[in-house]
């Protein structure tokens, strides 16, 4: 079965919204043969899809965290087990590790489902840039053969959308403009990368062979779009560094308002708030010296007489 045939459906959506994003950027006034009006068309695919993968977002995170937290019980399985070949250990140990998945209600897939998901999106966009814009492919769906004129002609600081760095013919902006991105998507990706790890991690979780992994994958992705970046068309780079920011700061958001338990950023967190206590007078002490002398108060008032000191009985002579 031909993989195209397969993405088309795919292809079909994404190339609606992005001509429905550039028609309301044309309502709001922008030049609809402009090349940022059809950058920002691009912008908008990106936040249509990424406010549909909230839930799966938040699922991600979760099963991050939980993984996280698994990782010394996961290792104590697995040295529990080292060095033991027989059927009845691997498939004790199998059996222990799916334990701990179902206790946690986790699993090492579910942190991967947005980027699974994203894949095919994205293979779709680099094919309604690539095939209809750059090689005249024919119109789909919204995207009528006098709006892929338009698109071809519209550039970015001199930068077709269709262009790539290593394409034939590139003109110096439109390798300039996707050098500049492809350093983006490194420098997001390698941070976003690390504030999921260094910052979110539990102490227990940062030892070991998976944290060894998490520390070198850390590295070596960001990497990945220095090779396959300059195949990739100037309006695919726009789509995949904002993705990156959008991830990076939905991520932060996360991190920094619900840490996992143990991590740095939970002791920011709490630090936080107890500076924000301190500041507003409500420390526990202040309240428990408040609320004494307030009673002391309330007990006085009702009275309704002054409270006269104790004698001290005099020895007798």
């Not at 979760?62 to 250990?89: C, F, H, N, T, W």
């Not at 814009?133 to 119109?139: A, I």
């Not at 698109?151 to 996707?178: I, K, W």
Request: hydrophobic share 45%; proline share 5%; aromatic share 8%.
């Amino acid at each position: 079965m031909d993989f195209f045939a397969i993405l088309q459906p795919l292809e079909w959506v994404v190339a609606n919204v992005m001509v429905i994003w550039h028609q309301l950027l044309e309502f709001l006034g922008m030049d609809p043969a402009a090349g940022i009006t059809w950058a920002l068309s691009i912008v908008g695919l990106v936040v249509t899809i990424r406010i549909a993968l909230i839930p799966l977002f938040v699922k991600q995170i979760k099963a991050s965290r939980a993984m996280q937290v698994i990782a010394p019980e996961l290792r104590a399985v697995q040295d529990k087990y080292k060095g033991k070949k027989d059927q009845a250990s691997r498939e004790a140990m199998s059996r222990e590790t799916m334990e701990l998945y179902s206790k946690h209600k986790t699993n090492p897939f579910a942190s991967c489902l947005p980027m699974l998901i994203q894949a095919p999106i994205f293979f779709a966009l680099f094919r309604v840039l690539n095939y209809r814009l750059e090689q005249g492919g024919g119109e789909i769906g919204l995207l009528t053969d006098e709006l892929i004129n338009q698109a071809q002609q519209a550039t970015l600081f001199g930068a077709g959308l269709d262009e790539t760095f290593l394409s034939d013919g590139a003109s110096t902006s439109a390798r300039v403009l996707s050098a500049v991105l492809i350093i983006a998507m490194v420098a997001t990706t390698f941070l976003t990368q690390h504030q999921l790890t260094q910052k979110n991690m539990p102490a227990s979780a940062l030892e070991g062979p998976m944290a060894q992994q998490q520390k070198i994958l850390m590295y070596v992705l960001p990497f990945i779009f220095v090779i396959s970046g300059p195949n990739f068309p100037v309006g695919v780079l726009i789509y995949w560094t904002t993705t990156n920011l959008w991830t990076m700061g939905q991520q932060f958001y996360v991190i920094r308002n619900n840490p996992t338990p143990g991590s740095e950023a939970e002791r920011k967190l709490l630090a936080r708030r107890a500076e924000k206590a301190k500041r507003k007078g409500k420390t526990i002490e202040g309240e428990a010296f408040d609320m004494t002398a307030e009673t002391e108060v309330e007990e006085t008032k009702a009275s309704g007489q002054r409270q006269q000191p104790k004698r001290k009985n005099r020895k007798k002579r």
